[in-house]
């Protein structure tokens, strides 16, 4: 988790029937800070980012995004990046309509995507490969999803597991070209090297 804005929770809870997801946790992460959340599998951690981006109703708790209450939010107001960890892009669309998707339901104009995207594209080093289709890129998906995520500018950014894929060399690259990426009110990817790090990536 990469945030801009400060992100709490405070005693969420979520069960899914039986099984306790989040018991009672309260979280905090300072504006301008990157967390690694670290554990098993099942132990949560995914349904802790999905509950900060709204894509997880919770039980009990709150959730707070640079002040403000977004518990009953719809994730489309909560100016939320996320890297899911199966990716989740449109196969009928090519890398360029994914990437842009954000921006076109944020209504940019055409000529403002087409540069937003370019930049996003370049930075995950796959600027020439917009008129692909996911299944054309073999092991770069990972690639096209955190382009899609950064292109909004968003001011909490949410990665699962997402450079698992990709060898050292190209992490190197990605993470370089990334930490420059954003607008200077938006310079989201100061913790990339740390926060990949975190998540097992070897650097």
């Known amino acids: 988790m990469i945030a801009v804005a400060s992100v709490v929770m405070v005693g969420v809870t979520k069960r899914y029937r039986a099984v306790v997801a989040l018991d009672d946790v309260s979280p905090e992460v300072a504006s301008g800070k990157f967390v690694t959340v670290l554990g098993s599998s099942g132990w949560g951690k995914s349904t802790t980012l999905r509950a900060v981006a709204g894509l997880t109703s919770i039980d009990a708790g709150r959730v707070l995004i640079d002040g403000r209450e977004v518990t009953g939010v719809p994730t489309a107001k909560r100016n939320i990046g996320m890297v899911f960890q199966n990716l989740a892009l449109f196969p009928h669309m090519t890398v360029d309509q994914n990437v842009a998707f954000g921006l076109r339901m944020r209504r940019l104009s055409g000529s ?92």
């Open 112 to 203: 403002a995507q087409r540069e937003r995207v370019g930049q996003a594209l370049a930075a995950v080093r796959l600027d020439n490969m917009g008129r692909r289709y996911p299944h054309q890129l073999s092991g770069d998906q990972q690639r096209v999803a955190i382009a899609r995520a950064l292109v909004i500018n968003p001011t909490v950014l949410l990665l699962d597991e997402p450079f698992a894929a990709l060898d050292r060399k190209l992490r190197d690259a990605i993470v370089g070209d990334g930490l420059g990426y954003g607008t200077s009110e938006h310079k989201l990817c100061a913790g990339w090297r740390q926060l990949a790090a975190g998540c097992g990536c070897d650097f």
